[in-house]
């Protein structure tokens, strides 16, 4: 008896010992919570007790390094594995919430295991003023990949030229098509995990330092966008959503799920309405900003962007309405691997102007450097096309400068530098 409960110790023990839970594709993301930062990480194997410590001060991760001054917070998170993959994909996500922060402060902060006593590296971040002033400012791409990367390789793309600017940001919008992992055979996509760490690994540089907001894009939807939900743990009001909403700077964000039923009365078109009616009936100054991965206009040579694509029709008959309805002053997309915007149109006529707008003002994005490389021909320009069109990479600087104004710029990869601006005031309609 003794000798099978001693055997039983040992296989537990070794079992024990090759349980790896080193943490990787660590990043922020913002909660509904201004002053709560959530970090997000994966994990090959599945920990009992997935923990962020987090103080403003530098410390090792052990109750000794804490003092009165500066403790050191620890916060339980959640960790669960992808049950419905099994045999395709390996890990586990893990998410836990630094709460509770001071705007303006730099946080020092591990993730690990608090039972197991693994953690990663130490990393640090500094808190703006979580949207709490009517001041913001966001870089925002679509379509990135492996080919825009830049960090840690020979040439500085658009995550680099982000790096660079990083005190400049409150966060980042990537508008889907993330790290191109998807794979088809015949009618199933699947996923190449491989790809997607990798992706994760390249974007930790900047996810650590500035929360990494994303929407899913038509190359993100493999196993049914569990992959996509897991890793990033938007702040959605359901688990499984593939839409959310938060708030920051005076203005409401909405990103939904353009690779989702959207026809009206659908599940999502029914969320969408409801959440932009609730915020618009109660804040009818508030600056509404609302993004997906496709754009309603668009105006490169590429399908989704020519006006036959029925996908396309079906896509803005269904929703451009809402748009009008509740007064949403700009729509963000990627997509079309292109940068464009209009002026002020809805149903293809242009109303008003950047300074009285009188409909949604669109921005594409879809620049930020992926393996398929750019869309380089464009169709004759519409009438609501307006400023500098490009095929080259890059990324935009959304800045809310305060309650009446938006400023967007366009920095290009191969300059570096800001090569198209435009300011929008507050419109109503
Ligand atoms: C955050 O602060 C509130 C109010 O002081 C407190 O009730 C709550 O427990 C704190 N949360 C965490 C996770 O520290
Ligand atoms: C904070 O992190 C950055 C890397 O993101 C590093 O270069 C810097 O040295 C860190 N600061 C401190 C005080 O550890
Ligand atoms: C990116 O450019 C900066 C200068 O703008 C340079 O210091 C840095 O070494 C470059 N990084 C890479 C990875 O090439
Ligand atoms: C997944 O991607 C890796 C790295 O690019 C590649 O070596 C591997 O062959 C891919 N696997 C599949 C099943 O496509
Ligand atoms: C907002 O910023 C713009 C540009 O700096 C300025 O012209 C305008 O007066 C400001 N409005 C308010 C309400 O502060
Ligand atoms: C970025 O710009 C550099 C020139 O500065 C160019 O060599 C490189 O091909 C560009 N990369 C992409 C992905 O556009
Ligand atoms: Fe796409």
Not at 1 to 7: E, H, Q, R
Not at 107 to 116: I, K, L, P, Q, T
Not at 238 to 259: C, I, L, N, R
Not at 407 to 414: A, E, G, L, P
Request: negative net charge.
């Amino acid at each position: 008896m003794n000798k099978y409960i001693g055997a039983l110790f040992i296989i537990l023990i070794s079992v024990c010992v090759a349980v790896d839970l080193t943490p990787y594709g660590i990043k922020l993301a913002l909660t509904k919570e201004p002053q709560n930062i959530k970090v997000t990480w994966l994990t090959n194997d599945k920990g009992d007790t997935p923990t962020v410590l987090y103080s403003r001060a530098s410390f090792t991760p052990d109750e000794s390094s804490s003092n009165e001054f500066y403790p050191i917070h620890s916060n339980a998170g959640a960790v669960e594995s992808f049950p419905s993959l099994v045999g395709y994909w390996n890990g586990n996500a893990n998410q836990a919430v630094m709460a509770n922060l001071t705007a303006y402060t730099t946080y020092f902060y591990y993730v690990g295991d608090r039972e197991a006593n693994q953690w990663s590296q130490m990393f640090n971040f500094s808190t703006r003023g979580f949207g709490r002033s009517d001041y913001a400012s966001i870089a925002v791409y679509g379509d990135m990949g492996h080919g825009g990367v830049g960090i840690d390789r020979d040439e500085n793309y658009t995550l680099s030229h982000i790096m660079e600017r990083q005190g400049y940001f409150d966060f980042v919008l990537h508008l889907g098509d993330i790290a191109y992992a998807d794979i088809t055979k015949g009618s199933h996509i699947f996923g190449n995990q491989t790809v997607w760490d990798e992706f994760l690994g390249v974007i930790q540089p900047v996810a650590t330092i500035l929360p990494y907001m994303v929407c899913p894009g038509n190359h993100d939807v493999f196993f049914n966008l569990d992959v996509y939900r897991k890793t990033f743990y938007m702040p959605t009001d359901k688990e499984d959503d593939s839409w959310y909403s938060f708030d920051y700077a005076g203005a409401h964000f909405v990103g939904f799920s353009s690779e989702h039923d959207y026809i009206p009365l659908s599940t999502q078109y029914n969320w969408l309405e409801n959440n932009l009616k609730h915020y618009r009936e109660k804040n009818p100054n508030g600056w509404l900003i609302v993004y997906s991965h496709r754009p309603f206009y668009c105006s490169s040579k590429y399908q989704w962007c020519e006006d036959f694509d029925v996908f396309k029709l079906m896509f803005v008959s269904s929703l451009e309405k809402l748009l009008m309805k509740y007064n949403v002053d700009i729509y963000l997309a990627g997509h079309s691997h292109t940068y464009e915007r209009t002026l002020p149109v809805y149903d293809n006529k242009v109303l008003g102007t950047f300074q009285n707008p009188k409909a949604t003002v669109h921005i594409t994005i879809g620049s930020g450097g992926n393996k398929e490389g750019p869309t380089y021909n464009w169709l004759e320009a519409p009438e609501w096309s307006n400023g500098l069109r490009s095929s080259h990479t890059g990324f935009g600087k959304f800045t809310i400068l305060n309650s009446t104004t938006i400023q967007w710029d366009f920095v290009d990869n191969y300059s570096d530098s800001i090569v198209d601006s435009f300011v929008v005031t507050k419109g109503y309609f």
